[in-house]
């Protein structure tokens, strides 16, 4: 799961650092901090969701 997760969020960074996203200042800070902000979700619910389980004795 974490595996695919950076490779998605890399593959996300990358794209945002090709010379398409360059054009705009606003353009290329939003598109950075999507994928980051994406990112800290998924990490949040995972865990969440992991300690909850744990809790339950699951």
């Known amino acids: ?8 969020y890399l593959y ?3 794209l945002t650092h090709s010379p398409l ?6 353009t290329s ?3 950075f901090l999507f994928p ?5 979700l ?3 619910w995972c865990f969440y969701t992991s300690a909850r ?3 339950r004795g699951i």
Request: aromatic fraction near 22%.
């Open 1 to 8: 799961m974490h595996t695919a997760f950076w490779k998605v």
């Open 36 to 40: 980051l902000w994406c990112g800290l």
């Open 21 to 26: 996203f360059q054009f705009n200042c606003y």
């Open 53 to 55: 389980a744990g809790w």
């Open 29 to 31: 800070t939003s598109a």
């Open 12 to 14: 996300l960074l990358t």
């Open 42 to 44: 998924v990490q949040g």
